[in-house]
């Protein structure tokens, strides 16, 4: 769907990209993950052309980059940055509509696909539709910001940190939000962070980067359990493991056995349980329909691990 | 505080009146209901603003009203005999602008109704002046006299001031778009506009003398009237001047547009045009108004200079009447030029604000 080969991007004697190839497949979650200045965010906008490479050749769709016209490669992904970039003078629903718009789609389309995309991030259409920027808090923002990208249905999406300005608790709401929308409709994205949580629970490819170099590329679990070398182990940390938790779901393990006590949502994740079970000190925690036990967890930690 | 000077003729001293010894006894009356109204301040009442404006308005419209009878009076010994105006009735003036002005800056709920019930006391006045109550104060006379040169006047002041605004945002607003765009050649742009704006106005009219004679010795200049003196020197001059302010407002107006929104617009396929046209001149235009907004109060006031240079407008009577030394004539210039000043500024701070609204 996307493929980098061999691409650098020179700043005047300053190498921001050095010779990074990489394949993202259709339907698939890509996350550039590393310190600040590494060059991942240069390399997502190479790939819309917000930058142009010195050398390499991306190819997006099969095709090659250079022969988009380059607002018609730019119409085809959706992008999403940090700072939300919502036309300040423009209401909810006309920022969703821009893309819509620049592709002619007729009035009546763009209002129901608005009304559509609000809803799919979980926002009310006749409360929010009419509001200014200004009005929104600064998740409700990146939400906005999630349905505008989304609005003209592209296939692929980019994402430059976009839950990077938010609060803790409402990040880890919209992680969780866009996790799920994510998998009902199955886009092409390439989602740069620095936010090892983040990625680890959103990627299904995670691409390590330093220094302008890939320094690896693969699932959460092989890069959390296989680390290349000392900088990756060290980027990840200690509990680096730990957050590989987070990628599956308290209802996928849960046994059949009955217990008392207050209930944990299935929604929550291996790692919420496992805090859970060393708050309470126990070694199984009730869910709604059974339980889950520590042994269940770790069953989940060796499969990993063969 | 004398409050009138009734003249002889119109350029003689004559004897000076307070508002008791002019107009009487019913005097006392309007003094004992201002009275009243700072009586009524003490209370509490949600009325209270609305009430005071009305009384206000009252006896300040009586008052007008007794001095015009008083001044038919005054004058109807002879034809020549002037009444002007005198200190006193300027405070007076400024102390019922106080009074309203500090009562409207409360929100209340009755703002809109105080405000068309003080501007009834401008209707009221014309209304008396159209019947000729005034007649035989000095400035509606000199308007008599001049009534022709006046409406000219008018005319060829507001050609000149709308005009070299309008001429102005033609130059100034492309012009401080180029800089915003071209980050090099924002001194470049800027820094001669500023020289402009330091330069007096009669210097520039010295400057301006040489190429614009030359330039009216071209027929198709000539038939438009260019000369070396003229109206053409104090439009070139006035325009020059609007640049500035025009020009330094655009450049801030753009450079206020965020960089993320425009990235934003960039990322989403829109061409350089569509950017300019949907996001960044939207943004800047509440901007860029304000700026038109400063030049056309500046160039409405400046505009007075053109009667210095044979230019026209009501400078003409500003400049003759300190000739004459005659305050009333000064006056006849000046209060139209203060009147125009607050209306287009006010036209065009509901204009902003009707853009501004639009957005939210």
């Not at chain 2, 004897?15 to 004992?32: K, N």
């Not at chain 2, 106080?98 to 209707?123: E, R």
Request: proline share 3%; hydrophobic share 45%; charged share 25%.
């Amino acid at each position: 769907m996307i493929k980098l080969v061999d691409v650098y991007k020179n700043y005047e004697g300053y190498e921001a990209v050095r010779g990074i190839s990489f394949q993202v497949n259709e339907g698939e979650l890509y996350v550039l993950l590393g310190p600040s200045g590494c060059g991942k965010s240069t390399t997502l906008r190479l790939i819309n052309r917000m930058v142009d490479r010195t050398s390499g050749d991306i190819y997006v769709e099969g095709e090659h980059v250079d022969n988009f016209q380059v607002e018609s490669l730019r119409k085809k992904m959706g992008y999403v940055i940090q700072s939300t970039g919502l036309f300040p003078h423009m209401n909810v629903e006309d920022n969703i509509a821009t893309v819509p718009l620049l592709l002619k789609w007729d009035a009546k389309r763009i209002r129901e696909r608005c009304k559509e995309m609000l809803k799919l991030v979980g926002l009310e259409p006749d409360t929010y539709a009419k509001k200014l920027p200004k009005e929104l808090s600064g998740g409700e923002a990146q939400r906005v910001g999630v349905a505008r990208a989304l609005a003209s249905d592209p296939h692929i999406l980019l994402m430059d940190e976009p839950f990077g300005a938010v609060d803790p608790i409402s990040r880890l709401r919209l992680q969780n939000e866009f996790k799920e929308i994510q998998k009902k409709l199955k886009k092409t994205v390439i989602f740069v962070t620095h936010d090892v949580e983040e990625a680890l629970l959103l990627g299904d490819k995670i691409c390590i980067m330093r220094d302008g170099e890939i320094i690896q590329e693969g699932t959460p679990e092989e890069v959390i359990l296989k680390p290349k070398d000392a900088f990756v182990e060290d980027f990840f940390g200690k509990e680096g493991a730990l957050s590989l938790l987070t990628r599956f779901k308290a209802r996928d393990h849960c046994e059949e056995v009955k217990m008392e006590g207050e209930a944990l949502s299935e929604d929550a994740s291996l790692k919420e349980a496992l805090s859970e079970m060393i708050l309470r000190g126990v070694d199984r925690v009730p869910l709604e329909n059974g339980s889950l036990s520590l042994h269940g967890i770790m069953e989940v930690i060796r499969g990993e691990h063969q | 505080m004398k409050i009138v000077e009734v003249k002889p003729n119109r350029i003689v001293n004559g004897e000076r009146f307070t508002a008791y010894e002019f107009i009487g006894w019913p005097v006392l009356l309007v003094g004992a209901g201002f009275l009243l109204i700072a009586v009524l301040s003490l209370s509490t009442r949600k009325m209270k603003g609305l009430m005071t404006i009305v009384t206000g308005a009252f006896l300040f419209t009586v008052f007008l009203y007794l001095m015009g009878l008083s001044g038919q009076v005054a004058a109807s010994d002879s034809n020549s005999i002037r009444v002007s105006l005198s200190m006193g009735f300027y405070i007076l003036l400024l102390m019922i602008y106080l009074l309203f002005g500090h009562v409207m800056a409360k929100k209340d709920k009755y703002l809109t109704l105080q405000k068309s019930i003080a501007l009834l006391i401008f209707i009221s006045m014309l209304v008396f002046v159209y019947l000729g109550l005034f007649d035989e104060f000095s400035i509606v006379k000199e308007y008599g006299i001049k009534k022709n040169q006046f409406m000219d006047s008018l005319t060829t002041h507001l050609f000149l001031s709308l005009g070299s605004v309008t001429f102005g945002s033609l130059i100034a607003i492309p012009l401080g778009y180029l800089a915003y765009r071209r980050k090099k050649l924002e001194s470049a742009v800027m820094v001669p506009l500023s020289i402009v704006e330091t330069i007096p106005s009669l210097s520039l009219f010295g400057i301006l003398l040489v190429p614009l004679a030359g330039l009216g010795r071209i027929d198709f200049f000539r038939s438009l009237g260019i000369r070396g003196i003229g109206w053409a020197p104090a439009f070139v001059a006035l325009t020059l001047y609007t640049l500035l302010p025009i020009g330094r407002n655009t450049l801030v107006g753009f450079t206020t547009v965020e960089r993320d929104v425009i990235e934003a617009a960039q990322g989403m396929g829109m061409s350089r045009k569509q950017i300019f046209r949907k996001i960044e001149f939207p943004l800047a235009l509440p901007i860029i108004i304000t700026g038109v907004r400063i030049a056309l109060v500046q160039t409405v006031g400046g505009a007075v200079i053109a009667g210095l240079v044979g230019g026209g407008g009501l400078g003409t009577f500003v400049f003759l009447g300190l000739a004459e030394a005659s305050q009333d004539l000064v006056l006849l210039g000046v209060i139209p030029i203060v009147l125009l000043t607050l209306i287009l500024d006010k036209t065009l701070k509901l204009v902003i604000d009707r853009i501004r609204r639009r957005k939210s």
